[in-house]
């Protein structure tokens, strides 16, 4: 049963945008937390964005921080990531996880942290 669904992957050039979405169809959305990570081949995946729907509070890697952006549908129910002048090291699957119970902000880039997570999107950024 899937539960979280990744879209909005695809090619693009350095410098250029894409937007991912990812739509919670489970009955009652609740999640504490949301994040989006990302694997690129032969990499461990690494925390890319998080937001904590109740308090808003949001958080970026390092990496991302200026160029990315993770929002939240009004009805909770789709998460977005706006990635803006991606780069060739921004190549990766991207998922999106959401958390059910507390949501331990300082561990939100810990994939332990998720109980549920998409199947992912594929971002290639080329030159």
């Known amino acids: 049963q899937v539960q979280l669904e990744e879209s909005g992957g695809g090619s693009v050039q350095a410098g250029g945008s894409l937007r991912l979405s990812c739509v919670d169809s489970?009955?009652?959305?609740?999640?504490?937390?949301m994040s989006w990570f990302r694997q690129a081949p032969g990499k461990q995946r690494e925390a890319v964005a998080f937001i904590k729907p109740a308090t808003g509070i949001i958080k970026y890697a390092d990496s991302v921080k200026d160029r990315f952006t993770i929002s939240l549908a009004n009805a909770k129910n789709t998460l977005y990531l706006q990635m803006n002048s991606l780069k060739l090291e921004d190549t990766a699957k991207y998922y999106c996880a959401a958390k059910s119970s507390y949501c331990y902000i300082n561990s939100w880039s810990l994939t332990s942290l998720y109980d549920y997570w998409g199947q992912g999107t594929q971002v290639t950024v080329s030159s």
């Open positions: 489970r009955y009652t959305s609740s999640s504490t937390c």
